[in-house]
């Protein structure tokens, strides 16, 4: 496959890393990037060799780019994406798919409108071995019917993080928008379509207009019930991020962040040690066995990148569709109307 040449919008925290494993690509080669002329813009664009351009359309009539990485706040996706889209140019669009359910509804509209299939939406754990043996384990039976899963993704974020992004502290880039999306997406690929959710935020910690905690309760289509905490104010080792040592700019902590319950067994990600009665006896007098399989993980956002080089040549088509990543906010969206309003949301 031939060389791609990229353009990266957006220099937070999504676009640096994109422009850091890029360089461990083989197809694809980062030759611009796009985002408003500050200083700390300028650094980043300057360490990596690269020209700075302060809108889309100025860097497509001053470069030859083969495709984009739309790594720009949440309410900014839209219109970077509506722009591709109506352009035909071939973009990976971070997650969330949108700022809101009202844009995501948009970009849905105009994708079907112009029926242009080189969009691959950025839930990079798609692209993780680990969550793939994870689904695996699941769907082998072993752990008979599922019951339900509890999930942690807590940890602390530091105030420069909300410094150098303020947009995080407002409508639209709370941890509900940049982090539970993450979840919903694993628990939808792990445990299956989300019917109903009940939701209690709190933002007594940062005192932000968004919610810096949240506990959430699931009800799946099999049946299956969850619930997920989520802070952002909290220090501790209970997230995938931190426990699954995919992402090397996490120290890893030796810990679990999923707990999977079925009538057989049970499963604990990411260490993915299976429970199960060592007898056909079942009952909680008898001893469990435990079983911890081996196996080499993989850096999830290299794969989805190297899957995206496959998508732009049309080799491959997307792993995560804009109808998922709009499946994804309608969760999401679910979560914030249930704990604006205090009653339990249900999906269709």
């Known amino acids: 496959m031939t060389l791609l040449r990229t353009a990266v919008i957006g220099l937070g925290i999504g676009g640096r890393i994109h422009l850091g494993r890029n360089t461990k690509t083989k197809n694809l080669k980062a030759v611009a990037c796009v985002a408003p002329h500050t200083d700390a813009n300028f650094n980043v664009a300057k360490h990596y060799s ?3 351009y302060p809108s889309l ?3 497509l009539s001053c470069d030859s780019v083969d495709c984009i990485i739309i790594a720009s706040p949440n309410d900014c996706h839209l219109a970077h994406a509506t722009y591709c889209i109506e352009q035909k140019i071939p973009c990976l669009l971070e997650k969330p798919l949108a700022g809101n359910l009202d844009d995501a509804s948009q970009i849905v509209d105009i994708y079907n409108l112009h029926n242009f299939e080189k969009v691959l939406i950025g839930h990079h754990r798609a692209h993780s071995i680990l969550l793939s043996k994870s689904v695996d384990i699941i769907r082998s039976g072993s752990l008979g019917e599922l019951v339900g899963i509890q999930g942690f ?3 602390y974020k530091p105030d420069s993080y909300f410094a150098s992004g303020p947009w995080r502290t407002q409508a639209g880039g709370g941890p509900i928008l940049i982090n539970m999306i993450h979840e919903i997406d694993s628990l939808r690929r792990l445990i299956g379509e989300v019917t109903s959710v009940y939701c209690v935020t709190s933002s007594k910690n940062r005192k932000f207009s968004v919610e810096d905690s949240a506990a959430i309760l699931f009800e799946f289509a099999n049946g299956a019930i969850g619930t997920f905490f989520l802070s952002d104010c909290v220090p501790s080792s209970k997230s995938w991020e931190l426990t699954s040592g995919e992402n090397p700019a996490y120290p890893r902590q030796p810990s679990d962040c999923y707990y999977v319950s079925g009538t057989h ?10 429970q199960r009665y060592s007898s056909l006896d079942r009952s909680w007098w008898n001893t469990l066995s435990s079983l911890t399989p ?3 993980s993989n850096d999830p956002i290299v794969a989805q ?3 995206f080089s496959q998508v732009v040549h049309g080799v491959a088509d997307p792993k995560v569709t804009v109808l998922d990543g709009y499946n994804n906010m309608l969760v999401a969206d679910a979560i914030l109307k249930s704990s604006q309003k205090g009653i339990r949301v249900e999906l269709n």
Not at 265 to 274: D, F
């Open 50 to 52: 690269l020209p700075l």
């Open 57 to 59: 359309e100025e860097c």
């Open 153 to 155: 993704a807590q940890f």
């Open 265 to 274: 067994g049970s499963l604990s990600i990411p260490s993915l040690t299976v």
């Open 294 to 296: 081996d196996f080499l």
């Open 305 to 307: 990148l190297e899957h």
